[in-house]
């Protein structure tokens, strides 16, 4: 490579690095408050057909006096198509999309912003609206570890989604996939340290050998936190207790049937801060979109009870 050739590349590395906005930092809280996020995941239900397409850009916020109270006055007022009053109600999505309390902000920070923010939350997911891989599952459930989130398939489409924390360093959440088996309303982590009990809600168990399940709990906003259990908030988690089945099994407890199907997805990509939900470009910001495997049988057994499934689903075949 000529000196002139790597001077032209550098150059524009720099530019591109400098174009990229750098987004507002800050705290959501140092946990999801769990009310606030089951008024914003549970607040609109529209058919997913009539859900539109949601881009997304930067958005500075300004003052011509540089004043941090009037540029968020300013973006309040814009967000609310004039009225400011109703942009202060649609931070919570904003909020919720940056991990930022606006009203913690100053001038000149950045903000990813969608182009509707009164949608159903799908419109917002980081899942494809539609699954063909799984169109002939009557529940699909996924994980995904790179973005920290969690969907809900029926036939393929699109259910619900939200966000969980799976397994900190040394404690992984083991990707794969699984089935969900038993389940309980309330139960004691066996994780608890001596003299408290650390009581989880709504638990249900996809890695009987090993006690993984996904439950109710205190959830941080960074990076994953659990012991290898999947942490969601209190909604979530009585929604997919009831609406997803579990194993059936007979006297002698043999499993003559499985529970809903479970993924796991994104071994090696869990994130080491908080999840990057954006992937940003010089223009606009891109969802950082879930790729799901061709078919949910490509994702490999996680247990021996779906080695054994899947050895009767060939013989059938």
């Avoid at 169109?135 to 489409?157: H, M, P, S, T």
């Avoid at 207790?241 to 199907?261: H, I, L, P, S």
Wanted: aromatic residues 12%.
């Amino acid at each position: 490579m000529t000196r002139s050739v790597f001077r032209l590349l550098l150059s524009l590395t720099l530019v591109a690095a400098l174009a990229a906005p750098t987004l507002a930092q800050g705290s959501y809280g140092r946990t999801y408050d769990q009310d606030d996020l089951e008024a914003l995941l549970y607040s609109r239900s529209s058919d997913l057909n009539d859900i539109p397409e949601v881009t997304y850009r930067y958005h500075v916020l300004s003052d011509p006096e540089n004043n941090s109270v009037w540029a968020r006055h300013r973006f309040y007022k814009e967000i609310g198509d004039g009225d400011v009053r109703r942009g202060r109600d649609l931070l919570p999505l904003i909020e919720f999309i940056n991990y930022v309390r606006v009203q913690e902000l100053s001038a000149g920070d950045t903000l990813i912003v969608p182009s509707r923010v009164d949608l159903d939350m799908r419109a917002y997911a980081p899942f494809p609206r539609v699954y063909e891989g799984g169109g002939a599952l009557d529940k699909l459930f996924i994980i995904d570890k790179k973005v920290q989130a969690w969907a809900a398939y029926e036939y393929g489409r699109l259910q619900r989604w939200g966000v969980v924390n799976t397994g900190a360093p040394g404690s992984r959440t083991p990707g794969g996939r699984y089935n969900f088996n038993w389940q309980t309303p309330e139960r004691i982590s066996s994780e608890s340290p001596e003299g408290e009990e650390w009581l989880m809600r709504w638990v249900f168990n996809f890695h009987r050998t090993r006690g993984f399940h996904i439950h109710q709990y205190t959830m941080p906003t960074g990076a994953p936190a659990s012991h290898g259990c999947v942490r969601l908030i209190a909604a979530d988690a009585r929604w997919i207790y009831e609406w997803a089945d579990g194993w059936t099994r007979d006297a002698n407890e043999n499993v003559t049937k499985q529970g809903t199907m479970v993924l796991v997805l994104g071994d090696g990509e869990e994130p080491d801060g908080r999840p990057q939900r954006f992937i940003r470009a010089m223009s606009h910001p891109r969802p950082n979109m879930v790729e799901l495997p061709a078919s949910p049988w490509d994702v490999p057994p996680g247990t021996d009870q779906q080695v054994h499934f899947d050895r009767l689903r060939a013989q059938r075949s």
